[in-house]
C-alpha cells in the first residue's frame, strides 16, 4: 500500500506552465494533499536566493515533500509515483519502465521544442523560429495520431506519466497556432485524459508565463 504525506506537499508554480501542471495533475489523480504556492516571474522570485535554494537553476515547477526537494517536472513526477503511486502511472517492469522513459525523454525533446515553444513564442512574444517550431510540432503530431489510432494511451494500456507529461502542451496547442483538425486520434485521447476522475485543466490565460520551466 502507497504511503502518505505527513503534511500537504507544497508545489512551486506558475498557472500557465504545463511543466507544473503536469505535476499538479498526478497530485489530483494521486489524491495527495498539496498546496500551491505561485511564483511571479514577472517580479524574477524564481532568481530569488530564496528559490535558487530551492532549485539552483531557478526553473520551475519544485515540490517540497515534508522536506524533500524535487525539482525537474520529470523528475517530479517519478518521485510522487514511486513514493505514492504504486504500480500504476510508472510500472516496475523493465519494459514497461522504458515505454514510459521513452516518452518522458520526447515530451523534453520535440514536445518542448514544438508545441510548447510554438505556444510560448505566440502567446509571449518569444523570440523563436515560429515556422519551424510549428513544424516540429506537426511532425509530432504525425507520430501522435499513428501512435494512437491502435491504442488508447502513450506507454500501456491505462494513463502514465507519459500521458500526463504530453497532455497540457498538446492540449493547448492552439494557442501557438497549431491545429488539431487534422488529429482526430490525439484529439479522442486528449478527451480520455480530460474524462479521468479528478482531471483538473491548465488555465488558458495569456498573459505572463515566461520560459522557467523544467
Given at each position: 500500500?502507497?504511503?502518505?504525506?505527513?503534511?500537504?506537499?507544497?508545489?512551486?508554480?506558475?498557472?500557465?506552465?504545463?511543466?507544473?501542471?503536469?505535476?499538479?495533475?498526478?497530485?489530483?489523480?494521486?489524491?495527495?494533499?498539496?498546496?500551491l504556492?505561485?511564483?511571479?516571474l514577472?517580479?524574477?522570485e524564481?532568481?530569488?536566493p530564496?528559490?535558487?535554494?530551492?532549485?539552483?537553476?531557478?526553473?520551475?515547477?519544485?515540490?517540497?515533500?515534508?522536506?524533500t526537494?524535487?525539482?525537474?517536472?520529470?523528475?517530479?513526477?517519478?518521485?510522487?509515483?514511486?513514493?505514492?503511486?504504486?504500480?500504476?502511472?510508472?510500472?516496475?517492469s523493465?519494459?514497461?519502465t522504458?515505454?514510459?522513459?521513452?516518452?518522458?525523454?520526447?515530451?523534453?525533446?520535440?514536445?518542448?521544442s514544438?508545441?510548447?515553444?510554438?505556444?510560448?513564442?505566440?502567446?509571449?512574444?518569444k523570440?523563436?523560429?515560429?515556422?519551424?517550431?510549428?513544424?516540429?510540432?506537426?511532425?509530432?503530431l504525425?507520430?501522435?495520431?499513428?501512435?494512437?489510432?491502435?491504442?488508447?494511451?502513450l506507454?500501456?494500456?491505462?494513463?502514465?506519466?507519459?500521458?500526463?507529461?504530453?497532455?497540457?502542451?498538446?492540449?493547448?496547442?492552439?494557442?501557438?497556432?497549431?491545429?488539431?483538425?487534422?488529429?482526430?486520434?490525439?484529439?479522442?485521447?486528449?478527451a480520455r485524459?480530460?474524462?479521468l476522475?479528478?482531471?483538473?485543466p491548465m488555465?488558458?490565460?495569456?498573459?505572463?508565463?515566461?520560459?522557467?520551466?523544467?
Amino acid at each position: 500500500m502507497p504511503s502518505r504525506p505527513q503534511q500537504p506537499i507544497r508545489l512551486y508554480r506558475h498557472a500557465l506552465s504545463g511543466h507544473c501542471h503536469r505535476v499538479e495533475l498526478l497530485l489530483e489523480l494521486l489524491h495527495l494533499p498539496y498546496e500551491l504556492v505561485d511564483i511571479n516571474l514577472q517580479q524574477g522570485e524564481h532568481k530569488t536566493p530564496a528559490f535558487l535554494q530551492l532549485n539552483p537553476f531557478g526553473l520551475l515547477p519544485v515540490i517540497d515533500d515534508n522536506g524533500t526537494i524535487v525539482a525537474d517536472s520529470a523528475a517530479i513526477m517519478v518521485y510522487l509515483a514511486r513514493q505514492y503511486g504504486g504500480q500504476h502511472y510508472f510500472p516496475d517492469s523493465p519494459q514497461a519502465t522504458a515505454a514510459v522513459q521513452r516518452w518522458l525523454a520526447v515530451a523534453a525533446g520535440p514536445l518542448a521544442s514544438g508545441p510548447a515553444a510554438a505556444r510560448i513564442a505566440v502567446l509571449f512574444n518569444k523570440p523563436v523560429d515560429t515556422a519551424r517550431v510549428q513544424q516540429t510540432a506537426h511532425d509530432l503530431l504525425q507520430v501522435l495520431e499513428h501512435w494512437l489510432s491502435t491504442r488508447a494511451f502513450l506507454a500501456a494500456e491505462h494513463e502514465t506519466l507519459a500521458d500526463l507529461a504530453f497532455y497540457a502542451y498538446i492540449a493547448h496547442a492552439p494557442e501557438g497556432n497549431v491545429s488539431l483538425v487534422a488529429y482526430p486520434h490525439v484529439r479522442q485521447w486528449l478527451a480520455r485524459i480530460e474524462q479521468l476522475p479528478d482531471f483538473v485543466p491548465m488555465q488558458r490565460s495569456a498573459v505572463g508565463l515566461a520560459a522557467a520551466e523544467a
